[in-house]
């Protein structure tokens, strides 16, 4: 079966870092997905990390740990545009087939 | 290049009835995902079409079923409408099981049911 835990809600700073976390227990493992769903809207793609380490996407980097289950968006610079839904989803084989963490809903204040 | 197209945008149906939701998929893309996202929750794998078949089905009963047709387009039929059907539908295309250039899936504005 799959396990997924990520924070339910997350207060930032407009301009300053956050890193959103999320802990998995899935099988069939191929990867790990972040989407972006800004509220009454569809999710959009963020990052897609197959091997362990960090993928750097201009003010959104992803990092995962595949021994230990594991993965983080990090946000820089926050915007108040970021305030949204952050939903994680390791993946298999098809990737069509995802299952969605209940997403992290971060507020950016001014 | 027009995207996942999703109709109706609302609906209101009453328990025991019956709906269809339908999408267009991206131009180009022959495989479709439907997902069903409660509020404050998130999407929940309901079934996916590849080529007018059914390639896979999530944990839900036989009352959800769906169609793909010939130009890729689908349907969500959802049979005897509960209260906790009330959600929001999304339906999500790629050009392919494997997704997009870096796997990732196209999706729709969503329908959203509420059932009274």
């Known amino acids: 079966g799959q396990n997924i835990d990520q924070p339910t809600e997350m207060t930032a700073t407009e301009g300053a870092i956050v890193q959103i976390n999320c802990t998995y227990q899935t099988s069939g493992f191929n990867g790990l997905f972040w989407y972006q769903q800004h509220a009454g809207e569809a999710p959009t793609f963020l990052s897609y990390n197959v091997l362990d380490g960090l993928e750097e996407k201009g003010r959104f980097s992803s990092f995962l740990s595949r021994s230990k289950g594991y993965s983080y968006l990090l946000l820089k610079e926050l915007q108040m545009k970021d305030s949204a839904s952050y939903l994680c989803a390791p993946g298999g084989g098809n990737t069509g087939k995802l299952i969605f963490g209940q997403g992290t809903t971060l507020q950016v204040k001014p | ?116």
């Open chain 2, 1 to 116: 290049e027009t995207g996942v197209t999703q109709s109706p945008t609302h609906l209101i149906k009453t328990r025991g009835q019956q709906v269809t939701l339908r999408c267009s998929s991206q131009s180009g893309h022959n495989t479709v995902s439907w997902y069903q996202q409660a509020l404050g929750q998130g999407p929940q794998f309901i079934f996916q079409y590849y080529r007018e078949e059914e390639n896979g089905r999530g944990n839900f009963p036989p009352r959800f079923s769906g169609l793909q047709f010939p130009n890729y387009s689908s349907e969500l039929n959802v049979n005897a409408l509960e209260l906790d059907d009330s959600a929001l539908y999304l339906c999500a295309s790629s050009p392919g099981m494997r997704g997009g250039p870096s796997g990732e899936l196209f999706f729709g504005e969503g329908s959203r049911l509420t059932v009274l």
